[in-house]
Structure formats: structure tokens, C-alpha cells
């Protein structure tokens, strides 16, 4: 057992350790955006998908005795796609095909350790039922310590393993644990061939068990699907909407497998009334949090247990149907292919069907459809007069709810638009004071405006008084300019451009674009040469030539986050090497989460710069500026020397003991404010 058990164990743990490595280590090549992670779950939830096929085809389709061969021998050839490494290369066409170029990616890096490490779990269940016949049932206790080893893993990604080692030293060390396990799983398949009887077939080491009807296998598949889609559904909802951090990636995740570890372990914790009973509690809370207007830790907490009961739910009345050992690889395919479809539909079909969220609520609805399901024939036993009319009711009018909640998504909008970086609404409100307003939204972060009795005025973070028209008013006035901005947002700074300037607008997102130029008229008022450039700034950055700017403006964001590659060391080298002498360059931080200050003081330290802060506080008064937080880094001999519009910013000084974040180091927990 102790044997079974430990590969179980290093099998999972390195299967859901590899996932943030992975994640982290390509991240900055696709912009920074949160899809990313959706989409390394769906990969990872189809490599599961092919790894619970080939356990089942093993299972049914070769002798007992001959398993343990074919599968030590592609675990020692996987050997050989070791370390897992990403290819750089893989950058030069993340822009043109951003989704399939992740998957491509993965796919190369980590594509055979990840597949054979998704076959420990079910394998290794089969083969202990095998060797310890009269110990069948027991065999689920492993799947219950698989998803133990996952949480863990996860868990101490953030708290341990990320602040301590950058992304090359992690990818090594995963690297030498796989080669462990591989020594694990081959003793384990060495010990199976001497333990089970020479010639023996699955079917009569495991005795007859008739195989579950369609109906059944069905509702594998649906509940297992909405517990996937509602993990990817709220994680995107967290990440995007709430806050960007890695912690808030691992904490849906972390419920989703404590939800299996609980009902697979010991069925006894789902205590089936009570979960049933908090289930439609956690529609409504669910629906609150879709009404929009909560404050942030309301939002985490309501999301988060939420999920947990649903997944409870799901998992538990998966647990009450799980099938005799006979047909245990045929039950986890089914689970598997519920997570791949559940995955498939948030990270691949959603973004091209819909220009709003609706998969949570179609999740949702979904959700209650199949509980309904499940309990229909207990329904019928205990009141079959009024049970089911009364349930299909409930069913109808929670339908009609999440429809109209949906519609709200995009109701009273201008223009609502989505892919693979974000969901970007276009909205005309009144302002009282300053007339009709056109605002540019993404999740719930203001990303551009413009009061249209008033379209030449700068707005928002880059009014006239904010750090970077401060930074813009230091600037020669005898010459032309050479202008740089990363991130377009509405184009509110074309406004500061002259006759004879130029600037270069670097945008990751084509919609971005279109509706900047459609719907604002900042790009086409303005008197400087625009140059719109798409892709990421920092990567059409570095492969560029010298573009000698006067300043280059860093205010790309994701949600309410800077992606971390745009303020790394090596992201600021090639910012510097695009500055002409005395060239400025101005980074926006405003920022509900994070507090970058530390960031951008080891930054400027690194450069040999002086790093000013300049603040625009609430409560400042302008009804056309936003509170608004800009770091401008100088030369010491311009420091020493401030124009008058720069004079009075905050030099930040770097921070004992902070680490500058690299390519391959950050740490988020260090700046949370």
C-alpha cells in the first residue's frame, strides 16, 4: 500500500506543481492576460482527458501482466523530454495566433511528462485492486490522496516555491522530482507484476460487474463538466474582475480539490441534506455577485464558497453513482471528459460565441438541471404528487433570473466586444455637470474617457494634472517629439500631441483598437502622426530598432494590474535602450491591489535612474482628473535639476531586503497592499 500510495502522491503533486511554473514561465510572451491561465487549465484538463483514455484502454485491452511493461517503458522514454523548458520561439507567433500558440507551447514543453503523470492516478488504483482483490473499495482512498497531493502542491506554489526560486530553478527542480517518480512508478509496476497471477485478466481478478447504463454515464459526464465550467468560470471572474494574482488562480482551484478530497475519501462528508439545502443558497449569492456593487472581500468570499458548494454537490452525488472497482477507468474517463468539456467551453467556444461572461450562468442553470435529475426519481418516491412540478418551477424561474442577470452583461451598453485578452464595453452616461460622457470599461476597471461637450480635454488618469502630463510639459517646445505610449486604452494621450510629433501606440488588442478609433475621437484630433503598432509592447519593443523617444509612456493593463513582464529588469533595459538622451520615461501604477512603488524603486536602481513619484490624491477637485499614481524615472543629473511641472514628486528609495523582479522572479505577496 505505502508503495501505491507514494506514487500516487509524487504523481500529483508534481501534476498540479507543474501548472504555475508552466503558466509563469510563458505568461509575458501572450501579454500578461489572465485567458492565459484559462487556457493552460483547459490543456491540462485535456491532457487529462487522453491520459484517463489510455489508462482505460489499457485496463480493458491488454493482459495484466503486459501493462506494467508498455508503461515502464514510456516512462523511461519520457526521460528523455526533460527539463521542462518553453521554447522562446514560440513568442514570434503569439501575437498572430494567440490561442493555439499557448497550446502549441504547452503541448512541446510539458506534453509527455504531464500525459503519463495523468495516468498514475486511475493506473495505479486498477493495479492495486488487482493485487489486493479482497481491498477493492479501498482503491477510491487513493484518488482522495491524489487530489490531497494537488492542493498541497498548489498551495505551497505561492506561499513557498514562488517567493524563494525564479521560474529556471523551479523548472529544473520539478524536473529532477519527475525523474524520482518515474523510479516510483517503475518499483510500483515491478511489484505489480509479482504480485498478480501470470495470465490473469482484468475481468476475472476483479469479478463481473455489469457496466453502468447510458443514462448514468451521462451524469458522470454533466456533473463533472459544470464543476469544471464553474471553476474556470469564477476563477476568470477573480482573476480579471477582482484582483490579478496568482493566489486567486490557486484558491478556486484549491476548494475544487478539497470538494474531491472530502467526497472520495470519506462520503460521509457530504453530508447530502445539508449540501443540498446551502446549494440554492449559493445561487443566490452567486446571483449578488453577478448583480455587481459588492465590495471586494464580499466578492472573494461569495464567490469562493459558492464554488466549494456546488463542487461539493457535483462531487458527492458523483460519489453516491461511482461504479464497482470492475468499471473504475470507464468512471474516471467520464470525469475527465466532463472537465475537458467543461474547460473546452470556457477557454475555447465561450470567447468566439459570446461578447459576454454567460457561461457562469449557463454553468449555473446547468448545475441545478442535473441535481434536479439526480434526485427526480426520490423526488417522485417521497412526494409524487406535487415534487416535480414544484422542482421544474424552481428550474424555470432561476432560467428567467440568470437571463435577465445576463442581458445586464450587456443591456444599457454602447458596444460590448470579447477574444481571447478581455470582454471591452463601450458606455454613454450623463454627467451632470460636464454633460454626456463616453467611457472605455474593462471588467469593472475604467481604461478611458472623454466628456464629448469637452473632447479635446485630457481625462481620467492623464488629465493636465496627472504624473504623465506633468512628465509631458517637462519636454522640449522647439522641436518635434518623439512619442512612445504602451497600451491605447481610449488614446486619451494623443491629446498632448503637437504638429510635427510623432507617436507610436503599441496595443496588444486589435478591438482595443477599433473601438478607440470608432467611438473616441481623441486619434483623430489630435495634430501628432500616429503610428499604431499591434502586438505586445514589450516584445514589438525588443524587436525594434532605437526609436529614440523623448518619453515612452508604460500604461498597459490587465484588469486592474500592470502584467508582471512589463516590469521586470529586463523589460526596463529595453524600455532605456528606446530613450534618446534625456528621454523620460513615465509608468503608471495606479493600482486597488498591489503596491508597485517597491518594484519600481529596484527598477530605477537597477537603471541607475531616480525613480519620482507623482500622485494626484481623491478629493483633488478637477471633475476631469481620476486619482491617479505615476512613476517617472530621470537621470541623477535631471534629478538634480527638476523642471518646474516634475518639482515636488517623491523620490522612492529602494526597499530593504526586496527582491527586483526578473524574467524569471516575481512576487506578488511581497507588494500586496
Not at 130 to 152: K, P
Request: glycine share 8%.
Amino acid at each position: 500500500m505505502l508503495l501505491f500510495a507514494t506514487t500516487v502522491f509524487l504523481s500529483a503533486f508534481l501534476l498540479f506543481q507543474v501548472q504555475p511554473i508552466v503558466a509563469k514561465m510563458i505568461l509575458p510572451w501572450f501579454g500578461g492576460s489572465s485567458s492565459v491561465w484559462t487556457l493552460c487549465m483547459v490543456f491540462f484538463q485535456v491532457e487529462l482527458l487522453l491520459g484517463y483514455a489510455y489508462v482505460h484502454w489499457v485496463h480493458e485491452k491488454l493482459r495484466p501482466q503486459r501493462q506494467p511493461w508498455v508503461h515502464g517503458a514510456l516512462l523511461l522514454l519520457s526521460l528523455a523530454t526533460l527539463p521542462v523548458v518553453a521554447d522562446p520561439a514560440w513568442k514570434l507567433t503569439a501575437q498572430a495566433q494567440p490561442t493555439w500558440s499557448v497550446l502549441g507551447v504547452l503541448a512541446t514543453t510539458v506534453g509527455v511528462p504531464y500525459l503519463l503523470l495523468s495516468t498514475t492516478g486511475p493506473l495505479m488504483q486498477a493495479w492495486f485492486a488487482r493485487c489486493f482483490v479482497e481491498r477493492g473499495q479501498q482503491t477510491y482512498r487513493l484518488y482522495a490522496l491524489s487530489n490531497l497531493a494537488s492542493m498541497l502542491a498548489l498551495l505551497s506554489y505561492p506561499v513557498l516555491v514562488e517567493p524563494r526560486l525564479a521560474v529556471a530553478p523551479q523548472a529544473w527542480i520539478w524536473s529532477a522530482g519527475y525523474a524520482l517518480f518515474v523510479l516510483s512508478c517503475v518499483a510500483t509496476a515491478a511489484y505489480t507484476l509479482r504480485r498478480q497471477q501470470v495470465g490473469a485478466h482484468s475481468t476475472q481478478a476483479l469479478g463481473y460487474a455489469p457496466r453502468p447504463p447510458l443514462r448514468e454515464i451521462l451524469l458522470w459526464v454533466g456533473l463533472a463538466a459544470c464543476a469544471s465550467t464553474l471553476l474556470l468560470a469564477l476563477t476568470r471572474h477573480l482573476t480579471q474582475d477582482v484582483a490579478p494574482v496568482p493566489f486567486l488562480w490557486v484558491l478556486p482551484l484549491a476548494l475544487y480539490l478539497l470538494s474531491f478530497i472530502l467526497c472520495f475519501d470519506a462520503p460521509r462528508y457530504y453530508v447530502r441534506p445539508v449540501f443540498l439545502a446551502a446549494l440554492p443558497l449559493s445561487f443566490v449569492a452567486l446571483d449578488r455577485v453577478m448583480a455587481g456593487g459588492l465590495d471586494v472581500p464580499w466578492l472573494v468570499v461569495l464567490l469562493c464558497s459558492a464554488l466549494f458548494v456546488c463542487c461539493m454537490v457535483c462531487h458527492g452525488e458523483l460519489v453516491r453513482r461511482k461504479p464497482a472497482v470492475r468499471h473504475l477507468t470507464l468512471f474516471y474517463l467520464m470525469l475527465s471528459v466532463g472537465g475537458a468539456l467543461g474547460g473546452l467551453f470556457v477557454g475555447l467556444l465561450a470567447p468566439t460565441l459570446f461578447s459576454a461572461y454567460f457561461e457562469l450562468p449557463i454553468a449555473l442553470w446547468s448545475t441545478g438541471l442535473l441535481v434536479t435529475c439526480a434526485l427526480w426519481t426520490e423526488i417522485g418516491r417521497r412526494a409524487p404528487r406535487w415534487g416535480h412540478a414544484l422542482l421544474g418551477l424552481a428550474l424555470l424561474i432561476f432560467g428567467a433570473r440568470l437571463v435577465d442577470v445576463s442581458l445586464n452583461d450587456v443591456r444599457g451598453y454602447t458596444e460590448v466586444v470579447r477574444n481571447f485578452y478581455s470582454q471591452t464595453r463601450i458606455e454613454d452616461s450623463m454627467d451632470e455637470d460636464l454633460g454626456p460622457v463616453r467611457t472605455m470599461v474593462h471588467g469593472r476597471i475604467t481604461h478611458g474617457e472623454q466628456y464629448l461637450h469637452h473632447a479635446g480635454k485630457p481625462t481620467a488618469y492623464y488629465c493636465e494634472r496627472s504624473g504623465v502630463a506633468r512628465a509631458l510639459a517637462s519636454l522640449p517646445t522647439d522641436r518635434p517629439r518623439q512619442l512612445g505610449v504602451v497600451g491605447l486604452g481610449a488614446g486619451t494621450l494623443a491629446v498632448y500631441g503637437r504638429l510635427g510629433d510623432e507617436m507610436r501606440v503599441y496595443e496588444i488588442n486589435d478591438q482595443v483598437v477599433d473601438l478607440a478609433e470608432r467611438h473616441f475621437s481623441y486619434l483623430r484630433d489630435t495634430s501628432a502622426r500616429i503610428v499604431p503598432v499591434l502586438g505586445d509592447g514589450r516584445l514589438m519593443l525588443e524587436r525594434e530598432t532605437p526609436q529614440g523617444f523623448d518619453l515612452l509612456a508604460m500604461d498597459a493593463f490587465s484588469g486592474d494590474s500592470i502584467p508582471t513582464h512589463l516590469v521586470t529588469l529586463e523589460a526596463f533595459d529595453a524600455y532605456t535602450r528606446h530613450l534618446r538622451p534625456g528621454g523620460l520615461l513615465a509608468v503608471h501604477i495606479t493600482n486597488t491591489y498591489l503596491d508597485l512603488r517597491p518594484v519600481m524603486a529596484a527598477a530605477a536602481h537597477h537603471l541607475g535612474r531616480i525613480a519620482l513619484l507623482v500622485e494626484l490624491a481623491s478629493g483633488h477637485g478637477d471633475p476631469f482628473c481620476r486619482r491617479s499614481s505615476w512613476v517617472v524615472f530621470v537621470s541623477p543629473e535631471q534629478a538634480r535639476a527638476l523642471p518646474p511641472s516634475l518639482q515636488g514628486a517623491e523620490v522612492l528609495k529602494p526597499t530593504l531586503g526586496f527582491r527586483p523582479w526578473t524574467d524569471t522572479f516575481s512576487n506578488l505577496f511581497d507588494i500586496l497592499k
